[in-house]
């Protein structure tokens, strides 16, 4: 069974760049044929999805936060990486990684989903 855990700093000031990792065990993240991702939900709003990287190694971003999105992987240490450039407290929100079939997750499509991790943005 894989397990995802999400951590990183719990707060950020603006302009500067969030840095979180996804790390993974119970598992290959080069294994089989999946999609790493990340996904966050600000408070009071539905989740977000900010990109994947697939097993193969392609990545894809989502179109609202591309331009500020980075996302790689550490093959060594099984973890996928998420950087967001010149955050501002609208990217305050809980950050969850995800793994699954589909590149884009939906309810009830067997992603596997970590606990998530806060990340306040402050002003």
């Known amino acids: 069974q894989v397990q995802l855990q999400e951590s990183g700093p719990g707060l950020v000031k603006s302009s500067q760049t969030l840095s979180l990792t996804c790390t993974v065990s119970?598992?290959?993240?080069?294994?089989?044929?999946?999609?790493w991702g990340w996904i966050r939900q600000p408070p009071g709003k539905g989740v977000e999805w900010m990109g994947a990287?697939?097993?193969?190694?392609?990545?894809f971003y989502g179109p609202s936060l591309k331009s500020r999105t980075s996302i790689s992987r550490d093959t060594s240490s099984k973890q996928i990486l998420l950087q967001l450039r010149s955050v501002t407290p609208e990217d305050t929100a809980v950050y969850y990684c995800?793994?699954?079939?589909?590149?884009?997750?939906?309810?009830?499509?067997?992603?596997?989903w970590g606990q998530g991790t806060q990340v306040t943005v402050s002003s």
């Open positions: 995800t793994r699954g079939l589909a590149l884009v997750p939906t309810t009830g499509d067997g992603t596997d």
């Open positions: 119970g598992g290959s993240i080069t294994d089989n044929y999946y999609y």
């Open positions: 990287i697939a097993t193969y190694g392609s990545i």
